[in-house]
């Protein structure tokens, strides 16, 4: 069953998710569910062009992405690889050599993971409006473009 529609749709609610931890000082979550964002948002490409994704890497899913989702711009896979690196240390404290992630994770970084988050999103809906209007079909998703 195809399902971008939803996946798209938790990608943008991670993103807010992440947007609403950085504002109140959870960083370490803040980066988290920008990574669970992107990923996700990569995952929707997949749904929609009626493909299995697997993985957490939204770098690797997006290298993978075929052909027909279009070239992929380096500075996008550059960010997902900088957001895969929060997958697991912003929730495991044994995941640093000392301190919890709490303590580890700084406001700068989760502002620039966040922003990065959204860039893949935005590339991943330019990606279904491209599919969109090269094969004539009403689309997945319903959203085109719309911001999260």
């Excluded at 994704?53 to 690889?81: M, R, T």
Aim: hydrophobic share 35%.
């Amino acid at each position: 069953m195809e399902r971008s529609a939803d996946w798209i749709d938790q990608a943008r609610r991670d993103l807010a998710h992440a947007q609403q931890d950085l504002e109140t000082g959870f960083y370490e979550w803040a980066c988290f569910s920008a990574q669970q964002a992107a990923e996700k948002a990569v995952k929707a490409v997949f749904q929609k062009l009626n493909l299995e994704a697997w993985g957490h890497s939204a770098a690797d899913l997006l290298q993978a992405l075929p052909e027909n989702a279009g070239e992929v711009p380096g500075d996008i896979v550059d960010k997902a690889f900088e957001l895969d690196k929060a997958y697991i240390p912003t929730r495991y404290p044994d995941a640093h050599q000392s301190g919890s992630p709490r303590q580890r994770y700084r406001k700068s970084e989760a502002e620039r993971l966040v922003n990065h988050a959204r860039d893949v999103i935005r590339f991943c809906e330019g990606v279904f409006t491209a599919l969109h209007d090269g094969d004539g079909d009403a689309g997945a998703t319903g959203e085109g473009t719309g911001s999260s």
